[in-house]
Each structure stands twice: as structure tokens, then as C-alpha cells.
């Protein structure tokens, strides 16, 4: 065998280590001989042990045993702060975004390493579609309680006086009237928007050698508007023993958006068109090398370039204009431009190089045994922006098994060079056509596209009609009189504005801005167990146009706040623990024979993966953490009852008498639930149960012309908006805390109760965003999140087993603790009842039938605040009914190896029969999964 | 930020790093393979929070093209 340099280093340190070891050893013996005191360790030893661990580095395939195999789920919630409108209060909430992140990696082979990443984001709330000088009165309430209403403000039309040496807005009355001075505030225009929904599914492939590795990435983004697909290619080279390494890679994206845009934006904008289609690319080039400066010390720079291409712009962000129209001025006061406002949609480059530099040094605090991080970061593009990142953690272990990292953030950024809250022209926004002979052209309002032009001409010896905005007689192209009712018809021809006469590309996002932003934070890690962690963290930032370095940045009206909390389980597959080693084949044997804690083991492993409070921990002190996805499906026809229904008789039946103007299409929801079980003594078990949830909705429109017609504008905008577009919701949902107590626990049967509380942690009140200039109220009562009541979940489970066969029965319900939630509803109380039987197919998998009954009563009550029914879905008595499903399903565990403690369940439930209340949306069957891991 | 400031950055850089390159041998490295020591000891939260940056800053990931949508909100 060749002993390598490496090899022979690490194994003279182990040779050092463990003499250093031993002596001490010696030494302590006599100590305690001497002294008769019990010495248990020495203190230095566990720097020894360090020795030995970064030691164990050198050695392939253990350089990633820090980033071992393992699970990590975390949970983020962003939250914003209020946009100050002029001290005008808006009645949208801000922005809010709720984000899970799965992260699982394992290792496939002896050096082939696979990470899968899945992430989903919600959002939804008030974002700033424009700016405008507050003189344009856009962002006014019209009410007198000073809630700024109709959305959004991009009303053209609006007037406004200019200073002509300056081009500063006017101070008016809000009447036309001049008061004196300038007026350069300048305002938001916001607008809502309803919850929408961002998926995100990745890989990468890592090959590792002995002293370097080849990264292969991929994945795809997902959003109503927004499909992305990327592709990563990296390598890493360590050199010096491991003492510097030096990584590349590149990515390339390519990205398609399909916005529709605001129904309510599209009459107030120049340049509207309803869905814009387009594509961008980006290609990212990256390079880091990374040196240990000495022991405690380590420098990382990274160099990036990037290349974006294509539809760089914000689809749903406006620039307001400001036109002074020359032939309008007659209106303007001495010294002033008379302007009349309108919006166009931002124009960005097709293309952003970008360039940045990151430095990253870390050095480790002996004096607290701490390590300091210090970050800088520099980057430049070629719109102009310039950024400066300043970054410091201070990251301290307490104890054996706390993390507490403090740190602040400055960030500061100059604008883009196309940057501007709102433009100024010198042209008319519709400029007249003239012809060079015979003045201004005129058109047939009602056909305007006929091809048909018509003039003035006050010399006509014969006239018939004339025009009554000159009163001029009018003639045709050739020159022949045209009759009154004609000419009564004519409107000036106008054209489009001269975009040579705009700047070429602008836009206002805020984002876009010169600014500054300044943040602190905190993370808390603590290690549960053997290889098991929690971390928690929070972060408020604060942007603000004066916290741009060397000043000149954007005015107060763009400054705003936001708080993130996150909170993440990290799982270690590969991590030393009782739970995660490989038992021996003796262990494994003995694990075998053990009847007692194997058969308790085997009994919760037959219950269905969509079976909930299934089991107790068996031992004192045991942890489980699990994850539980749920996916239900309606689609297909209407029911009514037990029976199928037409559209047609939907339609007539499903809306308390009247006719039913939308019939839902189909809905899914998505349920991802994280179960965290601790059992104080051997017959309690603690659990609590928070989940994320988000659900879509397609509908369609089963209008009549005639009822379309009789409907109120507002409704009818509303009714395109349902039927265009899948609403979607998303976030929290309730939490349920729960107690199982062990009521019984003999040779084969076992018996346990649960009581359970469900807080109402879910909004149950999801509103529509605001379309047509009406409040579209609130959002379908199936896709509320949470049910906004205290609920109370009694269960009792029966669990029993002989040889290979498992059998079990649950009943469990659901009892709302109060009639109505804060927004005047309240979801039915509900039960259920189960059965099943499993067989162990193998030593590791385990089949299972189950039959389902359940029954949940209507809803009571309706919203309190807005709410437009337009469909069975929007009626309280069509929830709830009797169900009868069937589940089949599968449990997987793997004894013997090293991923023994951990358990896959997988069940579908087919609908077999139902009788629902009222006129419902059929079932198409529900997937439940779990992976559970006890330790 | 101009080419001397620049150059002036780099030259630091490397002081710290020539002055700082003692060699470490193996059985020294025991304080760097610690997880607090580690250039991002708390990677997913990183992550996390560069999405939230990314879609409310100027200064987007540059070198970085691996999803994260349209962040048009």
C-alpha cells in the first residue's frame, strides 16, 4: 500500500493524539490517586479530538461529513411594514409571504452525492405599482374616513402646474388654484393583490474524487406568471491539503413570463396591452477560492459575472408622465407648464451585465471561544447601479448544545441610470393629426377605422353639415359637403405620442432606486439530539433613500420595513447517535427477537399514512419529528347529494334559488405538516402540529348574455375576473396541539385516546384584490386557510397485531368551540371514522386497506364584510356531508440499516360514495405521505 | 467605486492574507472544521434571506441563475 503525504500527516497526528491522550490519561490516574478526587477528563482533551476531526478531513470521502445526509425543513414568514401614502391610510394589508424550503441530501453511491431542494412561496398584499407628485391628487381619499379606495391610481387626465425653470410641481388648492411654493412630495400608487403561489423544485448530482468534485445541477420555478428552467455545472479543486480550495461554476436560466395585467390598470395605462409575453436568459459565471490563514482564521473571495437578456422589466410596475402639451398652455399661469398626467408601462434594457465581488473572513474569538464572520460585497451593473454590502455575525456556541449568532447588515446601492419616481414630456399626449393644407383631420367616432378622414373648410360655397366643435362647414376627402348627422359624429384624428421625445428606457421601482438598508438579526440553533436541530431566526430591515452612502438618495416616500422570522429542522442521516448508526448483525438479531418494543414498533407501522394521532412513543424521553403532506383533489362534475348533477340543473339549483353564474371547475389543495411528538412519561405523548397550506381554484362562467347584461358593471368585471384567472391562497393554517394518554397496552391490542385543541393560527378571511375599482371581498370560504375558531379534537385509536397482519379502528372529531370566526362564519363540526387492516409484505413494507366514513356539517352563518356569491361554492349550505372512502396504502421502513428509525408512508383515499350538502364540486381522491424519524 | 479603491481593497486583501499564512497543519485544523467557523454556518437561512434581498434590492445574485421567479411583487 502507498502511504500518500496526506495519509502519513494524518496518521503521525493520530499517533500524537492518542499518546497525548494516553498520558494524560496516566496523569490524571495519579492525580486522583493522589487527591482521591474523581477527575473525569482533562480539559484539553476535546482539542485533541478537534485535532483529530480536522485531521479526518484530509481523508476522501469524509471532507463532507459536516454537510452529511440528512433532512432540513424550514418554514419563513416575510412581513412587511405599512407604505406610508401621505398619512392616508390604505386599506390593503402589506405584503406578506409565507415560505417552506425541503431539503433532503443523501449519499447514492461512494462518492456520488444527490441534494433535492423544494420550495414554495405564498404571497399576497399591498406592492407599489407607480409614483406621482402628490400634486396629481391621484392617491386622495374620497372618503371621509381617509381610506384611500379605488385601486389603482393611475387615472390619466389629472392635472398639474410645473415650475418652467425648474420643472417642480405647484402647491394648488386641489381646485386649480395656485398657493404659493412648490409641492414636491411625491406618493405611491399601491396596489393589492391576491394570494399567489411560487414552486420550485431542484437537484444536484456532486461527484466527488479525492481531491476535488463535479457539481451537476437542475430545476424549474413555477408561478401563474413567471416558468423558469436552470441548469448548473461546478467544480470544486482543493489544493495544499485541503488548505485552499477553489471553486467554478456557471448556470444558465431561461425564464418566460405570461402576466395579465391589472383589469384595473389596463384603461388607465398609455401603452396597456392584456397579457404581455415574454422571455429572458441568464447566464452566471462564478468563481471562489477559499484559504485557511491560520488556525483560526479563513478568507473566502468569490468573483461573479452575470448576463441577463431578454424581458428585463417589472410586467405590473407603471411610470407616470407628466405632458406638456404645447397647444394646451393657454391654462397655464404665468411662469408655469400646464400638464395632464398618464402612465406607461416601465421600459427596462434587454440586457444587464453584472459584475460582483464578495469577500468573506472568518475568525475564530479564543477568548469566547466565538468566531467572528465579517462579510463585504461589491457589485456593479451596467444600468448604473453600484452596490456596497457591509455584513458581521458574531456566532457564539454556549454550552454543548446552544448557538446564538447576533448580526447587522448595511447595504447601500446608487440608482439605475433610467431611474425616475415619474417623467416630464414636452408633447400632447394624443397629438392632433393636420394636414400641411387642410388643417386638422377629422373621423367618424363611431368608425374611427372606416378609412374614412373629413375637414373644415370654412370656404365652401354649397356646405351641409357642419362641425360642431368650430362650427366650420365639413367636407370629405374629396371635397364634397357631408350631411349634419354625419358631422355631428366627428372627432379630431389623433395620433400616438413621439417616444423619441421619452427618455429610451424608464421606470420607477422603488427598488431601482438609490438607497441604503440597514439590518440586525439573530440566530438561535439548538441541537435536540443525536444529529437533530433547530434553528430559529429573525431579521428586521429598514430601507431609507437617506441611508444611501455619500446621501442623494431617494426621497422618504419609498422607505419601508419588513420583518422575517424563520424557523428550521435540520435531520442528520449520517450524524453518530444510537438512532442513526448501522447496528451490527448481533444488534440486529437481538432488535429482531425483541418481541415487546418490536411489536409496539410494528403497531403504529401498519396505521395509513393518512391516519392522524396514530400512535404513542413507547419510551421516555423519545422524540419523533415527521412530515406529512396532503394533496386533495375536486374536479370533475357537479353532485347534488348522492347524485350527479348537469351543469345545467347546477346552475339552477346550486345558489338558493337564484341562478348560478359560475360552477367551480376543479380545486387542489396542498397540505405540508410538520409533527413534532415528545413523551414526557411512557404513557403521555406530546404533539404539535404546524402546517402550511395552499389551495388553487379554477372556475367557469355559465352566464347567460342576459344575465351578464343585468348585471351591475362593477359584478360583471368582477365575473371575468373568477372566470379568467385561478385564485389561489396560501400560508398557515391552524395548529394543532394535542395529548395521546395510553389507555391500554397488552401482547397484542392497544388502546389510546387523544385530546387535541386546533388554534386558529390560519387566516380566515383570504380577500379577493380589488378589481374593477370595487372591493372584491372576501375569497371563497373553501379556500380560507384556517377555520378562525378554537377547535376541539377528541380521538380514540384501537391498534392490534398477531404475526404479520396489523388492524386498527380511529374515531376522532372535530368540535368548533365557537358558532362564528371573526368574519361572521363558521366551519361545520365534523367526525370521522376508520379501519384497517395491514399485512407485512416484507420485513420492510407493510400494505394497508382502510374504510373511511366521515361527516361534516354545513357552513353556518356567511361573511359579515363583502363577499359576491356568484356560485355554489360561495354558499354556506353547500359544505360538508357523509363521505365513504377507500384507502390503500403502503409503509416502508428500512431495520438494519442505518436509516432503521426512519419510516415512509404512503396512502391514496379513492372516493366511493358521498352525500354532500347542497350542490357540491365532485371528489377525485386525496394522496396523503409521511416520513416519520423517532429518536 | 473607483479603480483605486479598488486596487486599494486588493492590496489589504492580500497583506491579510500574506501576513496571515502561517501553515496550518492538519492536526491544527480541529477550530476551523467546527460548524460556527464554517463560511456560512447557517446555509438554508442564507439562502432564504438572499431570495428576500434579491427581490427587494438592486443588486441581484449576478453570478447566481438557479431560480427564485420573477419576484415582480
Redesign the interface.
Known amino acids: 500500500m502507498v502511504v500518500t503525504d ?1 495519509q502519513h ?2 496518521l503521525r ?1 493520530v499517533a ?2 492518542v499518546a497525548r491522550l494516553l498520558r494524560r490519561v496516566r496523569a490524571a490516574r495519579a492525580r486522583e490517586r493522589r487527591a482521591r478526587a474523581a477527575v473525569t477528563r482533562t480539559r484539553r482533551a476535546p ?9 479526518a ?2 481523508l476522501p470521502g469524509l471532507a463532507g461529513a ?1 454537510e452529511g445526509d440528512g433532512v ?1 425543513v ?1 418554514l ?1 414568514h ?1 412581513r412587511e411594514g405599512e407604505r406610508a401614502i401621505l398619512g392616508l391610510e390604505s386599506r390593503y394589508d402589506p ?1 406578506e409571504a409565507d ?1 417552506l ?1 425541503t ?1 433532503a441530501r443523501f449519499t447514492l453511491a461512494d462518492r456520488l452525492r444527490l441534494r433535492l431542494d423544494y420550495t414554495q ?1 405564498t ?1 399576497s398584499g399591498a ?1 407599489p405599482v407607480a409614483t406621482a407628485p402628490a400634486e396629481l391628487r391621484g392617491n386622495f381619499s374620497n372618503d371621509l374616513d381617509g381610506i384611500s379606495n379605488a385601486s389603482p391610481y393611475l387615472q390619466p387626465g389629472r392635472t398639474t402646474y410645473l415650475d418652467i425653470a425648474t420643472l417642480r410641481p405647484l402647491a394648488t388648492d386641489g381646485y386649480g388654484n395656485l398657493t404659493g411654493g412648490f409641492d414636491d412630495r411625491l406618493v405611491h400608487t399601491l396596489s393589492g ?1 391576491s394570494p ?1 403561489t ?1 414552486r ?1 423544485a ?1 437537484l444536484l448530482l456532486t461527484y466527488e474524487w479525492d481531491e476535488s468534485a463535479l457539481d451537476v ?1 437542475g ?3 413555477r ?1 401563474r ?2 416558468e ?1 428552467v ?1 441548469g ?1 455545472l461546478g467544480g470544486r479543486f482543493d489544493f495544499d ?1 485541503k ?1 485552499t480550495t477553489l471553486r467554478v461554476g456557471g ?3 431561461r ?1 418566460e ?1 405570461q ?1 395579465r395585467l391589472d383589469h384595473d390598470a389596463l384603461p388607465y395605462l398609455y401603452d396597456a396591452v392584456e397579457v404581455v409575453r415574454d422571455e429572458r436568459r ?5 468563481a471562489s477560492l ?17 448576463h ?1 437578456s431578454g424581458y428585463l422589466a ?3 410596475k407603471a411610470v407616470q408622465v407628466l405632458f406638456i402639451d404645447p397647444d394646451a398652455q393657454a391654462f397655464a399661469p404665468p411662469g408655469t407648464y400646464y400638464t395632464v398626467s398618464n402612465a406607461l408601462r416601465e421600459r427596462r434594457p434587454r440586457s444587464r451585465e ?3 465581488l464578495d ?4 475568525q ?1 474569538v479564543a477568548a469566547t471561544d ?2 467572528l ?1 465579517l462579510g ?6 451596467d444600468w448604473g ?5 457591509f455584513e458581521a455575525e458574531w ?3 454556549l454550552g454543548r448544545s446552544w ?1 446564538i ?1 447576533p448580526r447587522v447588515r448595511f ?1 447601500s ?1 446608487s440608482a ?1 441610470d433610467f431611474y425616475a419616481p415619474y417623467l416630464v414630456t414636452r408633447q400632447a399626449p394624443f397629438p392632433p393629426v393636420v394636414d400641411p393644407l387642410r388643417g386638422q383631420v377629422y373621423v367618424n367616432a363611431n368608425s374611427p377605422e372606416d378609412g374614412l378622414r373629413y375637414f373644415d373648410d370654412p370656404t365652401l360655397a354649397n356646405p351641409d353639415g357642419y362641425n360642431p366643435n368650430t362650427g366650420d362647414p365639413v367636407v370629405d376627402e374629396n371635397g364634397d359637403p357631408v350631411p349634419q348627422s354625419i358631422a355631428d359624429l366627428l372627432t379630431p384624428l389623433t395620433t400616438r405620442l413621439d417616444p423619441n421625445k421619452l427618455p429610451a428606457k424608464y421606470s420607477s421601482d422603488h ?2 432606486s438609490g438607497y441604503g ?1 440597514i439590518s440586525a438579526g439573530v ?1 438561535l ?1 439548538r441541537e435536540l439530539g443525536d444529529g437533530v436541530a433547530l ?1 430559529l ?1 429573525y ?1 428586521h ?1 429598514t ?1 431609507a433613500g437617506a441611508l444611501k452612502l455619500g446621501g442623494g438618495g431617494e426621497k422618504g416616500f419609498a422607505d419601508f420595513r ?1 420583518d ?1 422570522l ?1 424557523a ?1 429542522l435540520n435531520v442528520a442521516f449520517g450524524a453518530s447517535g444510537r438512532v442513526f448508526a448501522t447496528p451490527s448483525a448481533a444488534e440486529d438479531e437481538a432488535h429482531a427477537q425483541h418481541e415487546g418494543h418490536a411489536a409496539e414498533r410494528h403497531a403504529h407501522a401498519g396505521a395509513p399514512a393518512g391516519v392522524m394521532f396514530d400512535h404513542l412513543l413507547s419510551t421516555q424521553g423519545e422524540v419523533m419529528v415527521g412530515y406529512r403532506y396532503t394533496f386533495a383533489r375536486r374536479a370533475g362534475g357537479m353532485r347534488q347529494g348522492s347524485r350527479a348533477l348537469s351543469a345545467a340543473s347546477a346552475k339552477a339549483e346550486g345558489c338558493a334559488g337564484a341562478p348560478c353564474l359560475i360552477l367551480p371547475e376543479a380545486m387542489d389543495m396542498h397540505m405540508h405538516m410538520l409533527e413534532l411528538m415528545w413523551a414526557p412519561t411512557d404513557w403521555l405523548t406530546l404533539m404539535v402540529m404546524p402546517q402550511l397550506t395552499d389551495m388553487s381554484m379554477r372556475l367557469r362562467g355559465v352566464a347567460t348574455d342576459a344575465e351578464l347584461i343585468a348585471l351591475p358593471h362593477e359584478l360583471n368585471g368582477l365575473y371575468q375576473h373568477h372566470i379568467s384567472h385561478e385564485h389561489e391562497t396560501g400560508g398557515f393554517g391552524d395548529t394543532s396541539v394535542a395529548a395521546l394518554v395510553r389507555l391500554f397496552d397488552g401482547e397484542r391490542h392497544h388502546l389510546h385516546a387523544g385530546l387535541g385543541v386546533s388554534a386558529p393560527t390560519g387566516e380566515e378571511n383570504v380577500q379577493l384584490r380589488d378589481t374593477h375599482a370595487i372591493d372584491a371581498g372576501a375569497t371563497h370560504y373553501g379556500m380560507q386557510l384556517g377555520s378562525g375558531t378554537w377547535d376541539f379534537e377528541p380521538s380514540l385509536t384501537y391498534t392490534g397485531r398477531a404475526e404479520r397482519f396489523t388492524w386498527g379502528a380511529q374515531w376522532n372529531a372535530t368540535v368548533r368551540l365557537r358558532d362564528h370566526n371573526a368574519a361572521g362564519y363558521g366551519l361545520g363540526d365534523a367526525t370521522q371514522l376508520s379501519a384497517w387492516g395491514a399485512y407485512d409484505v416484507t420485513h420492510w413494507l407493510t400494505g394497508s386497506l382502510r374504510v373511511v366514513y366521515g361527516w361534516q356539517g354545513s357552513i353556518r352563518g356567511a361573511y359579515r364584510g363583502t363577499f359576491y356569491a356568484f356560485g355554489p361554492h360561495d354558499e354556506p349550505r353547500n359544505h360538508g356531508g357523509q363521505l365513504w372512502d377507500l384507502g390503500i396504502g403502503l409503509s416502508a421502513a428500512l431495520p438494519g440499516t442505518a436509516f432503521k428509525a426512519h419510516r415512509v408512508r404512503l396512502e391514496w383515499l379513492q372516493p366511493i360514495a358521498e352525500d354532500l350538502n347542497g350542490t357540491q364540486l365532485d371528489r377525485k381522491g386525496e394522496l396523503a405521505l409521511s416520513w416519520s424519524l423517532s429518536f | 467605486m473607483s479603480a483605486v479603491r479598488l486596487r486599494g481593497v486588493l492590496a489589504a486583501l492580500a497583506a491579510i492574507t500574506c501576513t496571515s499564512c502561517a501553515s496550518v497543519e492538519p492536526w491544527e485544523r480541529g477550530t476551523l472544521a467546527r460548524p460556527e467557523m464554517a463560511v456560512d454556518p447557517s446555509p438554508l437561512q442564507s439562502e432564504a434571506r438572499a431570495h428576500v434581498y434579491e427581490s427587494r434590492e438592486g443588486a441581484s445574485g449576478a453570478a447566481t441563475s438557479d431560480g427564485g421567479g420573477c419576484g415582480c411583487y
Open positions: 496526506a500527516r494524518f497526528a500524537q493524539c482539542a485533541c479530538l478537534d485535532a483529530l476531526t480536522g485531521a478531513l484530509l459536516a432540513d424550514q419563513l416575510y405584503i415560505t424550503t431539503r412561496d404571497w406592492t393583490a399567489e411560487r420550485q431542484d445541477g430545476g424549474t420555478s408561478e406568471d413567471y423558469s436552470f448548473s491539503q488548505r448556470s444558465f436560466t425564464s413570463t402576466a441568464d447566464v452566471g459565471l462564478h477559499s484559504r485557511e490563514l491560520n488556525r483560526g482564521a479563513r478568507l473566502e473571495a468569490n468573483v461573479g459575472f452575470g441577463a417589472n410586467p405590473y453584472q459584475g460582483s469577500l468573506r473572513y472568518v475564530h466565538a468566531a464572520h463585504y460585497r461589491y457589485f456593479r451593473d447601479i453600484g452596490a456596497h454590502t456566532v457564539q456556541p448557538r449568532a447595504y446601492q439605475a427598488r431601482l438598508a440566530t440553533t434553528e431566526g431579521e430591515y430601507h419588513f422575517l424563520s428550521r
